[in-house]
C-alpha cells in the first residue's frame, strides 16, 4: 500500500484547502440567495431599487427611468456583482493553493457554480433558472478574476520598482 502524499483534489496540498474557505461562504451566501422565493427575493431586491431609485431621480431629475426598469436594472447588477466577487475569491483560492492555472480553474468553479444556482432556481417557488444569467454570472466571474490578475500585476511591478530604488539607493551610498 503506497503511503499518503497529503495531496487532496487536482493534486492540492491539504493545507491549501484553507484558502478555499472564503470562496465556500460566499458560494452560500449566493445559494441562500437562490433558496428564496421569488416574493422574498422581489422584496429584497425592491428594497434596494426603492433606495437608489430615490437618489438617482433626486440628482438626475431629467432621467426617464421606470422604477420596474430600474428594479430589472438592480437585479441583473447583483447577479454581475455577486459573481465579480466570487470571481475574485476563487481565483485568490486557486493561486494561493498553487493550481497550475489560477484563472482558468477559477473561471471553471465559477461557471459551474452559477449553472447550479440558476439550476437549482428552477425548483423555488415562482422563480426560474436564465441561461442568460448563467451568462451574465460568468461575465461577472471574468472581470472579478481580470481585476485580480490585473491588480496583482500592478502591485508587483510597483514592488519591484521599489526594490530597485532601494537596491540603488543603497549601492550608491556603499
Known amino acids: 500500500m503506497a503511503a499518503p502524499t497529503g495531496k487532496g483534489m487536482w493534486g492540492v496540498g491539504v493545507r491549501y ?6 470562496a465556500i461562504i460566499w458560494i452560500i451566501v449566493i445559494f441562500s440567495f437562490s433558496y428564496q422565493p421569488a416574493a422574498q427575493s422581489s422584496d429584497l431586491s425592491r428594497g434596494f431599487a426603492d433606495f437608489f431609485y430615490g437618489i438617482i431621480t433626486f440628482l438626475l431629475p431629467a432621467l426617464e427611468l421606470s422604477m420596474s ?86 502591485l508587483t511591478k510597483k514592488n519591484s520598482r521599489g526594490e530597485n530604488n532601494k537596491e540603488q539607493n543603497s549601492s550608491a551610498g556603499g
Open 17 to 22: 484547502y484553507k484558502y478555499w474557505i472564503p
Open 69 to 154: 426598469e430600474f428594479h430589472s436594472f438592480i437585479r441583473k447588477t447583483a447577479h454581475f456583482f455577486i459573481y465579480l466577487i466570487l470571481g475574485l475569491l476563487t481565483n485568490f483560492s486557486s493561486k494561493k493553493s498553487r493550481v497550475q492555472k489560477p484563472a482558468l480553474m477559477a473561471f471553471i468553479v465559477c461557471v459551474i457554480i452559477a449553472t447550479i444556482d440558476e439550476s437549482f432556481q428552477e425548483f423555488r417557488p415562482g422563480r426560474s433558472g436564465e441561461v442568460s444569467d448563467v451568462i451574465l454570472d460568468s461575465a461577472g466571474s471574468l472581470t472579478g478574476i481580470i481585476i485580480f490578475n490585473v491588480g496583482g500585476l500592478i
